[in-house]
């Protein structure tokens, strides 16, 4: 991209919502007393490389939640459609100034700071339009990571009218790699590691992600992947909660 990248301001984006089709509400579900996405939020804001977080939300009366929490949290809250999230996270993002977009979404309340912050930096080390650690799956379902200019996205937005494409927000740059240059950052783990499945989009998932921060979280409320992933290790019967779950297919 033609501009420095050393005085880029750089914004989360958490797309979330209430209407969830598997499980509903999800994002406000209690978990040690807190809403997953609260839980979410605090592991964000340590990510080192972040100027702001900010929750793209909906316009519909359900997600009145959503916004008052994040007043709550004093982060920044942008309601924009609920199906053209490309355009409400597109919206959000210039409210915010953002020059670079790290896309997350509210069904990851485990996510890595640290993989967050490695993806930032590959980024920013390398001459490319987007980075990600989802162009090939080495890492856990649930520490998803999309790292991409302001700029590509607002290119994307002239590019595509395909409701698919404003439905998945970076679809039609992974999809287009003749136009934009792309990056993946792997993990390194084995692939057993690389399967668990870390995200939330059923009540099992739920229950695995509960049950990861009563055990982890009393003792160490930044406990990173690496705490995760031995936590499974010992105890193989938590991974075992939802290893059935079938991904949706983008």
């Not at 994040?70 to 309601?79: E, K």
């Not at 199906?83 to 790290?102: C, G, H, N, P, T």
């Not at 912050?117 to 001459?127: E, M, P, Q």
């Not at 390194?188 to 049950?211: H, Y």
């Amino acid at each position: 991209m033609a501009m420095n990248k050393k005085s880029m301001r750089i914004v989360v984006i958490i797309q979330a919502r209430m209407r969830s089709t598997r499980l509903p509400g999800k994002v406000m579900l209690p978990v040690l007393g807190k809403p997953m996405l609260e839980l979410m939020v605090e592991r964000l804001r340590r990510v080192k490389q972040i100027d702001a977080v900010v929750v793209a939300t909906t316009t519909d009366k359900s997600c009145d939640v959503i916004e008052s929490l994040a007043s709550r949290l004093g982060v920044g809250c942008y309601r924009g459609s609920e199906e053209d999230v490309l355009d409400r996270v597109l919206q959000a993002s210039r409210a915010a100034k953002a020059d670079l977009i790290v896309e997350t979404t509210g069904d990851c309340p485990v996510i890595d700071p640290e993989t967050i912050d490695r993806v930032i930096d590959t980024f920013l080390a390398s001459d490319v339009d987007y980075c990600s650690n989802v162009l090939e799956r080495t890492y856990p379902r649930g520490m998803d990571v999309q790292v991409f200019p302001l700029a590509v996205l607002e290119q994307v937005a002239t590019l595509t009218q395909d409701p698919a494409d404003h439905e998945h927000v970076s679809r039609y740059i992974y999809q287009h790699p003749e136009r934009f240059r792309l990056l993946n950052v792997s993990s390194g783990l084995l692939l057993e590691a690389a399967q668990l499945r870390l995200t939330v989009d059923t009540p099992e998932d739920f229950q695995l992600i509960s049950k990861v921060y009563e055990h982890l979280y009393p003792a160490k409320q930044d406990f990173n992947l690496a705490d995760i992933l031995a936590l499974c290790a010992r105890r193989p019967d938590l991974s075992m909660l939802n290893q059935h779950i079938q991904q949706k297919i983008v």
